[in-house]
């Protein structure tokens, strides 16, 4: 079964970083584009950044674009998102995703970005 575990949520303040991980399992990691989207309060879920099986022809959200790195390591079965130059916008619990016939979730990490 499909299993995606988010880490590396957090407080930080505005202007700083964070990387979050995505540990996947239930399926081979290697065969498949994955996600991330994020969900702040009161908001709708939305696409933040996609990654293809290759690791490159990346794709962003235009409100993340030149701040936030999308990445995978095949090997560990690992999917990243680099945040930097975090904005009090981009707080929101943060999930990763894979279509796999049907769109599988992990159940979030929080990122709180604040002074």
């Known amino acids: 079964q499909v299993q995606l575990v988010e880490s590396g949520g957090g407080f930080v303040q505005p202007g700083g970083s964070l990387k979050l991980s995505c540990a996947a399992s239930?399926?081979?990691?290697?065969?498949?584009?994955m996600r991330w989207y994020r969900q702040a309060p009161g908001k709708e879920r939305e696409f933040v950044a996609a990654i293809p099986t290759t690791g490159i022809s990346l794709s962003y959200a235009t409100s993340v674009q030149g701040r936030f790195a999308i990445s995978r390591d095949n090997a560990k079965n690992t999917l990243y998102l680099q945040m930097n130059r975090l904005k009090p916008e981009d707080t929101a619990v943060y999930y990763c995703?894979?279509?796999?016939?049907?769109?599988?979730w992990g159940k979030g990490t929080l990122v709180t970005v604040s002074s």
């Open positions: 995703n894979v279509l796999k016939g049907e769109n599988y």
């Open positions: 239930g399926f081979t990691f290697s065969n498949y584009a």
